[in-house]
């Protein structure tokens, strides 16, 4: 077996390790609304986020694609392999690091950032493709901006549309709607967060000759979907503390608000091909949800640590990356 190959079921496998844990370490995103207003049980809803997750994976490629050709050209990628390498353990690392100490970070932003990171170290700022690095960047930074504001619009809408209705029946009823909101959350997760890694290991079958188009192939969307649903079965319980009731006190109506918000924007993003955080589109709905509530309900001091997290995940994961791969390259 030649040392190419190797290194490149290598990607593969890591590639396929860092969507499993993506899966654990976003399922939160997904069902901890669900979780913290009862509305699922734990097990029930991973096991649904899970099949959600996996159905949406199939569904779609275009992010895939992307991931592939616009942040670095994989046809022209000096040492594309060891790239690739350094990018998914950065991301991996920061990845577990961040599901550790419970943060909800975001594993797109350390994935692209990797990938930004190595690539400068093996090439230059040259080895970036600016225009594509720079509409992902914008994406990512909007995203979270968006989901703000249609989370205070909708809770608003909500507010005005149920005022005189009895508390109790209503939030009972939107308990049940809820359980169908977080199965279309669980599925616009898929159709984004899972592509990511299939544009890595397509990249990677370019770099290494095993590829001559960034189509995605079968084998890589239906091993890189199933990985997701399995990490998601795992779940993410630190997170979903978090998530679900560090934010602010989470109740069924304010659930739905922050579920349709964020499966709209999410699946909008898959719609146009671009990469999302769902970390910080699902974060930012419930943010938006809360603030629109009651602004002093908002725990701003859990929110505040959040967001110094997204902060700061691409510049250190891109660093990370660098030093890995010059670590890399020094040993092979």
Do not use: E
């Not at 590639?15 to 901890?32: K, M, P, R």
């Not at 594993?107 to 700022?125: M, N, R």
């Not at 990677?204 to 995605?216: E, H, K, M, Q, V």
């Amino acid at each position: 077996m030649d040392t190419l190959l190797i290194i490149t079921i290598l990607i593969v496998f890591f590639a396929l390790a860092f969507d499993f844990i993506n899966g654990f370490h976003d399922t939160a995103n997904a069902i901890a609304t669900a979780v913290s207003t009862k509305a699922l049980k734990p097990r029930h809803a991973i096991i649904m986020a899970a099949v959600m997750n996996f159905v949406g994976a199939m569904t779609f490629a275009g992010v895939a694609k992307t991931i592939t050709k616009d942040i670095v050209d994989p046809f022209t990628l000096p040492n594309g392999s060891y790239v690739i390498m350094a990018a998914l353990l950065a991301a991996i690392i920061w990845n577990l690091l961040t599901w550790y100490y419970g943060i909800p970070s975001s594993s797109s932003h350390a994935l692209i950032g990797s990938i930004a990171g190595a690539a400068i170290a093996a090439a230059g700022f040259a080895g970036i493709n600016w225009g594509g690095f720079m509409k992902i960047l914008q994406a990512l930074i909007f995203s979270p901006l968006i989901a703000f504001a249609i989370g205070f619009i909708v809770y608003s809408i909500f507010k005005v549309v149920f005022k005189n209705n009895n508390l109790t029946k209503t939030n009972q009823r939107f308990r049940t709607i809820q359980i169908a909101t977080a199965a279309l959350q669980s599925y616009t997760h898929g159709t984004n967060d899972a592509q990511k890694a299939m544009g890595i290991i397509t990249m990677a079958l370019i770099a290494n000759g095993y590829a001559s188009s960034t189509d995605i192939a079968f084998w890589v969307q239906f091993s890189c979907a199933l990985a997701m649903g399995l990490g998601t079965s795992v779940g993410g319980w630190k997170i979903i503390k978090t998530v679900g009731g560090k934010i602010m006190k989470i109740r069924p109506v304010n659930g739905v608000a922050a579920d349709l918000t964020g499966a709209f924007i999410i699946f909008g993003a898959t719609v146009i091909h671009m990469p999302v955080s769902t970390t910080h589109v699902i974060s930012s709905s419930i943010l938006g949800v809360g603030s629109a509530h009651r602004v002093k309900g908002v725990k701003w001091g859990t929110a505040k640590r959040m967001i110094i997290t997204w902060f700061i995940t691409i510049p250190i994961s891109a660093t990370l990356a660098g030093l890995i791969y010059l670590l890399i390259n020094f040993l092979f």
